[in-house]
């Protein structure tokens, strides 16, 4: 699931790396590359329009942040519009005020109703719920058959007609089922319908009837996520037949391209409650709209860190450092030493590399980075008067046998980070002249 989406994003991601800033025709491709990369995911047409219009939207206006470069700040306005079309906060079920939750589940045949049923109650009992189930699929061969067990695989009860009281009515089982579980005390009732290959009125009107009979709590229409753009006229079908108010995507193991997981809410504007990923009966988890988001962008922690560095990055002394390279300030040593600490602040740098997309190249050069290197910087520029470290090109050779002397370093210590001071300067007034802020300038290796 996702695995094509993922690699054609983290490929549109990898175009803009090194960028200083994203003119208009960076932000086009990006966003055509995004359009191709849903599309190609079998996402439904409106909503790769609208997802594409507000990323191109963001990216543009999109504030300089100093601690994200262009490339991190698309991933992040992408992953924040991700996380919007798949439903935005993750929606709980809702439980009764009084008297037992009802709960039904529609959808076609095969979408794994049954299965998921099962594991909704297991999800249930294991959250101190006692549930029953309703067998109200009364068409299908088997259904009650295998309804029954599954509920004996999860240990929960199944209330279903009697057998040889004919074919049996489903809406008179459903309304049955409700006294049945007021009486045994149980608390929520998961009431299965029929399904049919094909949507059909007959089947619609059915589901119709028992929700009308049962009044529950929630509809959720249940979908099979491998079926693609199918899913979303389905979606549709029932959404005019039968009304619902949540989903659950099956079948999310699959190698499904992930299309109806990233259509559904924005077509129905119904929110994809439940996810069900597996024959086991524990393959079920509530959906986390944020951490669907993460896994289709396969960046590891990489929003945590976008988080953290915002979070630590001192935005007020980056932009009184950029503002002094624009006016033709000069950058001392103790801004240097400032940006150093900036860095530190990070965390470990190597860790923060390693939460980074596409940065196998860096984290190589980082593998053995010492974070001790910060301490003996900083102790050599405390060692440094005032007026070298306002101005380095005075550091000559007497002083820097000084320097190396009053911080117990060797001159070659003292030399090296004179040079890379320069190299950080260098890189930052040209980066000031590109009009981005600088951010982690003159790092140690
Ligand atoms: P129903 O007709 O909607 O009740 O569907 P079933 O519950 O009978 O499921 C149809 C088939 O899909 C069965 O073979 C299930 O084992 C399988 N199935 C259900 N859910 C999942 C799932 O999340 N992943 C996988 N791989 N198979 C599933």
């Avoid at 979070?311 to 300030?329: H, T, V």
Wanted: hydrophobic content about 45%; charged content about 25%.
């Amino acid at each position: 699931m996702f695995a094509t989406l993922s690699d054609r994003l983290a490929d549109t991601f990898k175009n803009l790396r090194g960028k200083g800033r994203l003119s208009e025709a960076d932000i086009d491709a990006t966003a055509r590359e995004i359009r191709i990369a849903l599309l190609e995911a079998d996402v439904a047409l409106p909503v790769v329009k609208e997802f594409t219009r507000a990323v191109k939207e963001r990216a543009r206006g999109a504030e300089v942040s100093g601690a994200l470069n262009p490339a991190q700040q698309v991933v992040k306005i992408v992953n924040e519009e991700l996380v919007a079309i798949l439903g935005g906060e993750t929606r709980r079920l809702r439980y009764a005020k009084s008297g037992p939750t009802v709960i039904l589940l529609a959808g076609l045949q095969g979408a794994g109703k049954t299965t998921l049923a099962a594991k909704l109650a297991k999800w249930l009992k294991d959250q101190g719920k006692s549930p029953v189930l309703v067998a109200c699929d009364l068409q299908r061969p088997n259904a009650v058959q295998q309804l029954q067990v599954n509920g004996e695989r999860v240990g929960v009860p199944v209330f279903a007609p009697e057998p040889g009281n004919g074919t049996g009515d489903p809406v008179a089982v459903a309304t049955a089922s409700l006294e049945h579980a007021r009486r045994t005390l149980h608390d929520v009732v998961i009431v299965d319908t029929a399904g049919r290959l094909g949507v059909d009125a007959e089947m619609m009107q059915q589901a119709a009837d028992i929700r009308d009979a049962v009044r529950p709590d929630e509809v959720l229409f249940v979908v099979d996520a491998m079926i693609g753009q199918d899913a979303v006229s389905t979606a549709q079908a029932f959404l005019d037949g039968v009304g619902f108010d949540g989903v659950v995507l099956t079948k999310l193991d699959g190698d499904a391209r992930g299309g109806a997981a990233l259509s559904i809410r924005g077509i129905t504007d119904r929110p994809v409650m439940f996810a069900s990923s597996g024959e086991k009966m524990t393959d079920f988890d509530v959906f986390h709209p944020d951490r669907m988001a993460s896994r289709i962008l396969d960046m590891g922690d990489v929003m945590t860190l976008i988080e953290q560095a915002e979070k630590a990055f001192d935005s007020e002394k980056a932009l009184k450092a950029a503002e002094k390279l624009g006016s033709g300030g000069d950058f001392t040593l103790d801004d240097f030493l400032e940006q150093m600490q900036q860095v530190r602040k990070l965390g470990s740098l190597s860790s923060i590399l390693g939460m980074l997309p596409g940065m196998g190249q860096m984290r190589e050069q980082l593998a053995d980075f010492d974070e001790r290197s910060i301490d003996r910087i900083q102790a050599v520029i405390q060692s440094m008067t005032p007026a070298e470290r306002a101005d380095p090109t005075i550091i000559n050779g007497s002083r820097r046998a000084r320097i190396a002397k009053g911080c117990g370093q060797t001159v070659s210590d003292v030399n090296q980070l004179v040079d890379r001071f320069f190299e950080a300067r260098k890189m930052m007034q040209q980066m000031a002249r590109g009009g981005g802020i600088p951010g982690m300038p003159g790092m140690p290796g």
